[in-house]
């Protein structure tokens, strides 16, 4: 039984009825573009976020079919925001398959991330709550206001630490404090439990794409994303930022006049991810995860001892020690 196997035990029943549920949703389309969606099925990924929806359910109380239908409604979403940031950052591999606008067309990709984004509202409606439609809507704004400050930033060249937190918060760490939250609706938790749940999933969110922000600067191997990634895209993440407000002014201006002239040849993308490296990039984002653990513990102090509750800590280790 691997981590994951493991941190998946107190939910795995209701999982399992995920996997189904999802897979059924994903089946009986029009036949012109099902090959489409069939091939979106076949990428699945770890599944993180319907794994803190029912885990954050099962902290408050008794996981039910309404956990596990708010779970569908995240993942749907999830794949959308995968589709469609593919096509943003002309990302030609996701997970060391070709992405959709890599096996079709941009055209294709936007239009059936468009498609899968309607089958998300489609069961947000079918819940018959407003807090979910309320939180769908609210994370369908922050996602795009995320992308939209991305990509402006990668043009403004903007070395900014708080800046580059609001983005991930919006672009990654919005979704899956909606995971604790909806977890936590879904099982009739008080306001004040639901806000804890949510805090607990954002800065979850905040681990995970400053996990992600990490990869970037080693050789891809198994990650699945060609390594210098966001550099060549002109996204300056937190080792790399830092690296370049701490490092000897020399070096840090030789390296930000690559950055500035967008030079990103091959030569120089190893420059930049060797530079990060050896001035203490890699180790502040991970000292940065590890302060951002150290919030989540406190917030789930006031759980009782459960199932749920261990494997809600061990997944935060999870996301932080993670090889891919």
Do not use: W
């Amino acid at each position: 039984m691997d981590n994951l196997q493991a941190i998946t035990k107190p939910v795995a029943k209701e999982v399992e009825e995920f996997n189904s549920l999802f897979a059924t949703i994903l089946r009986g389309h029009n036949p012109d573009f099902q090959s489409m969606i069939d091939f979106i099925s076949g990428k699945n990924g770890k599944r993180i976020r319907p794994l803190i929806t029912l885990l954050s359910a099962g902290l408050c109380g008794k996981v039910n079919q309404k956990s596990i239908d708010y779970a569908l409604i995240i993942e749907l979403l999830h794949t959308t925001t995968l589709i469609h940031d593919d096509v943003v950052d002309n990302t030609m591999e996701r997970r060391s398959r070709p992405s959709v606008n890599a096996k079709y067309d941009n055209r294709v990709a936007v239009l059936l991330g468009d498609y899968i984004l309607a089958l998300a509202i489609t069961r947000a409606v079918m819940a018959q709550n407003l807090n979910i439609m309320e939180i769908i809507a609210r994370v369908a704004r922050f996602l795009a206001d995320g992308e939209l400050t991305q990509l402006i930033n990668s043009r403004e060249i903007i070395l900014d630490e708080t800046r580059y937190f609001n983005v991930i918060r919006n672009k990654t760490a919005v979704l899956i404090a909606a995971c604790g939250e909806m977890g936590a609706i879904s099982v009739g938790a008080s306001p004040e439990t639901r806000e804890i749940l949510r805090q607990t999933g954002e800065n979850i969110g905040l681990c995970f794409q400053l996990r992600d922000d990490i990869f970037d600067y080693f050789e891809s191997g198994d990650i699945g994303k060609p390594t210098g990634n966001d550099i060549r895209e002109g996204k300056i993440t937190l080792p790399l930022l830092y690296a370049l407000k701490t490092a000897p002014k020399a070096k840090s201006e030789e390296m930000f006049r690559l950055i500035e002239t967008k030079n990103y040849t091959p030569e120089n993308i190893k420059l930049l991810t060797a530079f990060a490296r050896e001035n203490g990039g890699i180790e502040y984002a991970e000292r940065k995860m590890r302060e951002i653990k150290a919030q989540i513990v406190a917030l789930l102090g006031g759980f009782p001892a459960s199932e749920a509750k261990n494997s809600m800590l061990q997944l935060v280790d999870y996301v932080i020690e993670r090889e891919k």
